[in-house]
């Protein structure tokens, strides 16, 4: 796989990433999650899940506990999933819930980090991302 180059807002608060989901029926779902350096596993919200018909509708007595502002509370593989301009297929994330307010699909973790050589250029408003 060549290195794909993915612009970003050096304005926003975060570094927003489109990505796409692909359900089992092959539909797919064009969300945006949060590049998240501090997060060592890729989480997924349930909702954007379900949508994608990954998963059964989600429990609404799932909370969030009090300080945090997603609640991881299991896991799945997802079949297909495309960020960056890299297609990953059979990984595993968290199923959480997301705060509402943050109007994102995923926190995008290290562990996706790690299969790739990643070059933040803030000047330049931009991700290099390298496969290793």
Do not use: C
């Amino acid at each position: 796989m060549p290195s794909t180059i993915t612009p970003f807002d050096t304005k926003e608060h975060h570094i927003y990433i489109p990505f796409s989901l692909t359900s089992p029926l092959r539909k797919t779902e064009e969300l945006f999650g949060i590049l998240d350096t501090g997060a060592p596993r890729t989480e997924f919200s349930d909702i954007a899940l379900y949508q994608a018909g990954l998963i059964k509708k989600p429990d609404a007595i799932i909370s969030i506990k009090s300080g945090l502002q997603t609640q991881k509370y299991a896991k799945i593989v997802l079949p297909s999933f495309e960020v960056l301009g890299h297609t990953i297929q059979n990984f595993e994330v968290m199923v959480s819930r997301f705060d509402k307010a943050w109007g994102i699909s995923a926190l995008i973790g290290l562990d996706f980090f790690k299969r790739f050589r990643v070059t933040i250029d803030y000047k330049a408003g931009h991700l290099v991302t390298d496969p290793l």
